[in-house]
Nanobody, 124 residues
Framework: QVQLVESGGGLAQFGGSLRLSCAAS????????MSWFRQGPGKGLEWVSG????????SYADSVKGRFTISRDNSKNTLYLQMDSLKPEDTARYYC?????????????????WGQGTQVTVSS
């Protein structure tokens, strides 16, 4: 069965960095686009970044552009999110999600599997 397991979250200071990982199994990882979403306290689910199946195309929400970098290693079936210059407003639970098709979208309806998430907390 499809499994997505996020890791790498934790407590960071304002301006600090964290690197999230998402280990995928149970499907042909290299055939699907992937995205990171997040949900902050009292907020709805927010698309953060997406990447094409071969890693050649990426996109970012305006709120993280220039600070976050999405990447993937298809040989390791792993998705990454490098988060730099962290701000308190980045505090959220972060989820990796598998796209239904081979393209990413900002809409949650375009994804069919997600992990349990990893918590990121940024102190000011």
């Amino acid at each position: 069965q499809v499994q997505l397991v996020e890791s790498g979250g934790g407590l960071a200071q304002f301006g600090g960095s964290l690197r999230l990982s998402c280990a995928a199994s149970g499907f042909a990882f290299s055939d699907y686009a992937m995205s990171w979403f997040r949900q902050g306290p009292g907020k709805g689910l927010e698309w953060v970044s997406g990447i094409t199946s071969d890693g050649s195309g990426t996109s970012y929400a305006d709120s993280v552009k220039g600070r976050f970098t999405i990447s993937r290693d298809n040989s390791k079936n792993t998705l990454y999110l490098q988060m730099d210059s962290l701000k308190p407003e980045d505090t959220a639970r972060y989820y990796c999600e598998k796209a239904i098709r081979n393209y990413y979208s900002r809409a949650a309806s375009a994804y069919d599997y997600w992990g349990q998430g990893t918590q990121v907390t940024v102190s000011s």
